[in-house]
């Protein structure tokens, strides 16, 4: 049983803001946005992204659109230090992203800091220390007077350090950290210091983020702090007012949202939300919030899974199936009343028209994914559980995506029937929409050989009944697969789970394929007992299933054998 909460915790006063603006007002365009997923999200992983799978994420960030990236801690490791010196000397950054680094109120680390971004064009230099009480009195045994100073000496160096690399623009960002708890005249004090001695020139801005560290109020709260500062700071005209709200109390998409009607100019955040403790705020619900109120967030959301993707293999770390607007199961009914629901008013729904079909607030395709899996069968609906059947009985372990494609060759099945299906007949249909896709294409039998440091492959195949062979090359045998039939596809994940015990145990290979310009993705599947055959099917089997994408490729293979 929970204690008493009045005698351990207190809440925080409410802020002396009688007159507040923030409640009546809309949000009518996107705010600056800057990821720290490189960063504040790096930082929070089991295992820290190496230098490939930052330079990936950073691509990826780009592609999105984000226009500023925090992309390090250089003073942190010689791993963040090496990290940006890559992004400058090869070339990485476009001419309209900049980078962002951080680094504590430390003069040697803002040195080491100032060093890294040597011949960079534009970069955003991050200077924070905490402010809060509990911080100043128990962590760091200061006054005010000293968290002011080195505050402003911190960014005075920087100022002295910039001028000392003038072909690169530097802008300063500061962060009173811990602001949320933070007494706000002193957070006023500080910031108002701080922008002093920088000292902009006419036209040119400092960035004041204001961190909601720790989730310490509601998010009403944290608006009311927001407004107080961006009514209240010098030189507001110079100031680009951000906030980096943290999710402690499973609020900050919310926070975000009215930190931005309070007069917040730009958010900092993650992708999915990832970050120290609950995480950051998520950008790309808050982004697609915004876009469902008819608000174009300047950002590219619409191929919501291969950034999903890229997203968990960055960071190791899994999307929650109900995540908002990316999760595999957000698109899927289960409840009958919902299935019925949703199904009329797709019936009704006109391309182009308002977008009005019950339960979706957001329309499938605009995030590239399909329609395909919105109503399915599970146990919930009286059908059984497919997943479930085919893992007890067959040992067969779908990814989540691929079971709410299956889903819907079930679907059509009970539809036909009106007859529950039992564990034998999911596996035939299992067998006959995946391991039996053999048309136009059916595999016959494959030899490997090294082509140089590459992997090379000859597979002999059936293409609507006449022999061919396909050759190609890759970094492994399933890259080398899909180059050489030549359909145009792009594998997003694969799969390899062993059907049983012991040496004879068959191997299931399960890949993930995408289209360009086809939203969706469609799986395949192959099963043997040698691993890299299973591979060679599952790859055959995904192309077959491409439909119409494999026609002009069996074309070119009935000319060859003719």
Not at 228 to 240: D, G, T, V
Not at 375 to 388: D, E, F, L, T, Y
Not at 441 to 465: K, M, T
Request: aromatic content about 8%.
């Amino acid at each position: 049983m929970l204690k008493n909460p009045q005698t351990k915790y207190t809440a925080f006063p409410p802020v002396a803001l009688a007159d507040r603006q923030w409640p009546s007002r809309t949000i009518t365009h996107p705010p600056i946005w800057m990821s720290t997923d490189l960063r504040d999200g790096n930082q929070a992983l089991f295992e820290p992204m190496n230098a490939a799978r930052k330079l990936q994420m950073f691509r990826k960030l780009v592609a999105i659109g984000f226009k500023e990236i925090e992309v390090a801690f250089p003073s942190a490791s010689q791993t963040d230090f090496d990290f940006v010196r890559q992004l400058i000397e090869q070339g990485e950054i476009p001419d309209d992203v900049t980078i962002e680094v951080l680094s504590q109120a430390r003069e040697h680390l803002i040195r080491r800091t100032m060093e890294s971004l040597k011949g960079a064009r534009r970069a955003i230099v991050h200077i924070y220390n905490a402010t809060s009480p509990v911080f100043r009195e128990t962590v760091f045994g200061m006054s005010k007077d000293e968290v002011k100073a080195l505050a402003v000496e911190s960014v005075t160096l920087v100022k002295q350090l910039a001028a000392e690399q003038p072909d690169t623009e530097f802008v300063l960002e500061y962060s009173p950290e811990t602001f949320t708890a933070t007494e706000l005249d002193f957070a006023k004090e500080v910031c108002d210091a701080v922008v002093a001695a920088w000292d902009p020139a006419p036209g040119e801005k400092v960035i004041l983020n204001l961190p909601s560290t720790v989730e310490v109020g509601s998010p009403n709260f944290y608006a009311d702090q927001i407004e107080w500062m961006h009514r209240n700071l010098a030189r507001r005209e110079q100031i680009i007012l951000s906030v980096h709200p943290h999710n402690d109390r499973g609020t900050a998409v919310a926070a975000a949202e009215l930190a931005q009607l309070a007069g917040a100019d730009r958010v900092e955040g993650c992708l999915f939300g990832n970050g120290e403790r609950t995480g950051n705020v998520d950008l790309v619900t808050l982004a697609l919030n915004m876009y469902t109120q008819g608000i174009h967030p300047g950002l590219d959301f619409s191929d919501i899974n291969d950034i999903a993707r890229v997203a968990e293999e960055c960071t190791q770390l899994p999307i929650h199936p109900r995540h908002p607007y990316v999760g595999d199961l957000v698109f899927t009914a289960f409840s009958g009343s919902h299935q019925d629901a949703i199904k009329k008013g797709l019936e009704v729904q006109q391309p182009g028209a308002q977008w009005t079909v019950p339960y979706m607030p957001i329309d499938p395709h605009d995030v590239g994914r399909t329609y395909d899996s919105v109503i399915r069968v599970n146990s919930q609906s009286g059908k059984g559980g497919v997943a479930h059947l085919l893992q007890a009985h067959y040992g067969l372990v779908m990814p989540r995506r691929m079971q709410v494609e299956f889903s819907a060759a079930v679907q059509r099945l009970t539809d036909e029937t009106g007859q529950e299906v039992d564990a034998h007949q999911l596996w035939t249909l299992f067998g006959r929409e995946y391991l039996e896709a053999d048309a136009p294409i059916r595999y016959v039998a494959h030899h490997l050989f090294e082509a140089g440091s590459r992997q090379g492959i000859r597979i002999e195949a059936e293409v609507n009944g006449l022999a061919v062979e396909f050759v190609g090359e890759g970094n492994g045998p399933v890259e080398a697969a899909v180059a050489a039939i030549g359909v145009p596809i792009r594998v997003q994940s694969f799969e390899e789970r062993s059907m049983g015990e012991g040496a004879d145990a068959a191997a299931m290979c399960i890949v993930e394929v995408a289209m360009e310009g086809v939203a969706g993705s469609r799986f395949g599947a192959g099963m043997h007992r040698n691993t890299v055959t299973a591979s060679v099917r599952a790859i055959i089997s995904a192309a077959n299933r491409a439909g119409a994408h494999v026609a002009a490729v069996a074309e070119d293979a009935e000319g060859c054998a003719a």
